[in-house]
C-alpha cells in the first residue's frame, strides 16, 4: 500500500458458516486518527465484521475478500496466526464486549498489563511494571499501585473495562477495534468508559472501529458512520451529516427512534417515537433484491402503485382501452419492483463521501422519520 493510502482498507468483505453468508460484501476505509462507528441492529454483521479486521473469527467461518493494513505486506484475510500475532497489540488492539473474557482470572491485572508491555518491547520487569501502573492511572484507576496487584475480580464491572482500555492501548496502537465496548454495564458506567475510549484515543491517535447500537454515542464520539444491514452496508458518510440527513430508508428508521431532545409534551409521561416494523431476516432466509425490502416504508408505497397501476391497467384492457391500459402501465415510474428483486450497489453521492445502497433514496422525504410514524 501506498504511504497516501487509508490506514484500513477493507474491500469486498465476506464472511460465511458453509452457504450461509453473514456479511455479504462490505468495503470501507478507515483514516488516521478517525473514529469510524459500524452500528445496525442485531444480526447485522458488525461484530464478525469487527472481528475479521482483528483476524479473530470464529473457526467455522470462511471469509473472502480483502483487508489491508498501511504498510503490511501480508493480506489479512485468510491470513495464518503468526501474522496476526506480529499485529496484535503493536499495530491493532480489542477492545471486547465482555472484560472478563479478555482477561485472565489467574493474575493480577498489573501482571497482565505488564505482560502485554514486555511482549511487545524490551524493557525491564520493572520498567514494564512502572508502565503497567501508569497506564491504570491513564484511564482513571485511583491507587493504581496497589489495585495493579488486584485480580479481575476484585475489580468492578467499570474497572475491568478500564482496565481493558488500557491494556489494548497500552503499545499505542494504531487501530484498536471496539466491539460493544461498554453494553456490560450500566448507563452512568458506559457513558464514563466511552468517554475514557475517546479519551485514550485522542492522546494516543489510534483509529478506532467502534461496534455500538448506542446511537448517542455515535454522534457524540464517531467521526463517520457505516449502517449496516444483513451483511452489507446500507449508507456511510460523516455522523453529522448522516444525522442531519440520512439517504437509506434504514438509516432514516434507526435515527427516528431516537428519543428527540426536546422536552416530552406537557402532562405526557412518554411519547411514542416512530419505529421499524418487523425484524431483520434470518440468514437462511434472505430476500432476493434489498434485505430492508420487506421493512421499507418506500418499497411498500413502490409496491403500492404497481399493484394500482396493474389493477388500472387491467381495468382499462377490460373495456378493450388498449391505449388506455399502455399509458396506465407507463405513469407509474415509481412502482418497478427492483427493491424486491435487484440487490442495491453503494453508490457515491456528491463529493465522494457518502455512499448509500437503495434504489430509491432519492424518493426520501426531507421528514423521513414521518413514513416509519404510520407503522407504530
Ligand atoms: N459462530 C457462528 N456460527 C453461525 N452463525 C454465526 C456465528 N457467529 C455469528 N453468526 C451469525 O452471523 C450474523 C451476524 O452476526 P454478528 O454477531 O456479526 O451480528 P451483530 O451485528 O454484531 O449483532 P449484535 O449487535 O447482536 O452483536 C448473525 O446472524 C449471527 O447469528
Redesign the pocket.
Known amino acids: 500500500m501506498h504511504p497516501a493510502d487509508p490506514l484500513l482498507s477493507v474491500r469486498g468483505l465476506r464472511?460465511a458458516?458453509?452457504p450461509?453468508e453473514?456479511?455479504r460484501g462490505l468495503s470501507f476505509d478507515v483514516g488516521d486518527g478517525e473514529v469510524l462507528a459500524?452500528v445496525?441492529?442485531?444480526?447485522?454483521?458488525?461484530?464478525?465484521?469487527?472481528?475479521a479486521l482483528l483476524g479473530m473469527l470464529?473457526?467455522?467461518?470462511t471469509a473472502a475478500g480483502s483487508v489491508r493494513l498501511r504498510g503490511e505486506a501480508a493480506e489479512l484475510v485468510g491470513a495464518r496466526r503468526p501474522v496476526y500475532a506480529r499485529l496484535w497489540g503493536r499495530r491493532i488492539a480489542l477492545v471486547p464486549?465482555d472484560a472478563l473474557s479478555a482477561l485472565s482470572p489467574v493474575h493480577p491485572v498489573g501482571d497482565q498489563l505488564a505482560a502485554a508491555v514486555r511482549s511487545v518491547r524490551g524493557v525491564s520487569r520493572s520498567q514494564a511494571r512502572a508502565r503497567a501502573v501508569a497506564a491504570l492511572e491513564q484511564v482513571g484507576i485511583a491507587d493504581a499501585g496497589r489495585r495493579a496487584r488486584a485480580y479481575p475480580h476484585e475489580f468492578s464491572g467499570g474497572m475491568r473495562q478500564r482496565a481493558v482500555i488500557a491494556m489494548a492501548m497500552i503499545n499505542e496502537p494504531e487501530l484498536v477495534v471496539a466491539?460493544?465496548p461498554t453494553t456490560a454495564l450500566d448507563p452512568d458506567t458506559q457513558r464514563h468508559v466511552l468517554e475514557l475510549l475517546a479519551r485514550r484515543r485522542e492522546e494516543t491517535g489510534a483509529s478506532l472501529v467502534l461496534?455500538t447500537?448506542d446511537l448517542a454515542a455515535v454522534e457524540e464520539h464517531a467521526d463517520r458512520m457505516l449502517v449496516?444491514y444483513a451483511?452489507r452496508a446500507a449508507e456511510s458518510g460523516p455522523v453529522d451529516e448522516v444525522f442531519a440527513r440520512p439517504r437509506a430508508p434504514y438509516t432514516a428508521g434507526l435515527l427516528a427512534s431516537l428519543p428527540p431532545d426536546a422536552p416530552l409534551p406537557a402532562g405526557g409521561r412518554s411519547r411514542r417515537l416512530p419505529a421499524i416494523a418487523g425484524a431483520?431476516p434470518?440468514?437462511a432466509e434472505l430476500p432476493a433484491g434489498c434485505a430492508f425490502a420487506p421493512r421499507c416504508p418506500l418499497a411498500e408505497r413502490a409496491e403500492q402503485a404497481r399493484a394500482e397501476g396493474a389493477e388500472r391497467a387491467e381495468r382499462a384492457e377490460r373495456a378493450e382501452q388498449a391505449e388506455g391500459a399502455e399509458l396506465a402501465r407507463r405513469a407509474e415510474p415509481a412502482g418497478d419492483d427492483r427493491c424486491r428483486t435487484e440487490l442495491p450497489e453503494p453508490q457515491r453521492l456528491g463529493d465522494g463521501r457518502r455512499e448509500v445502497a437503495c434504489h430509491r433514496w432519492s424518493e426520501l422525504p426531507d421528514r423521513p422519520a414521518e413514513l416509519f410514524l404510520e407503522h407504530v
Open positions: 464472511i458458516f458453509g450461509l453473514a456479511v459500524l445496525g441492529e442485531s444480526g447485522a454483521g458488525k461484530s464478525l465484521t469487527a472481528r470464529p473457526r467455522e467461518a464486549q466491539d460493544e461496534v447500537h449496516m451483511g431483520p434470518t440468514l
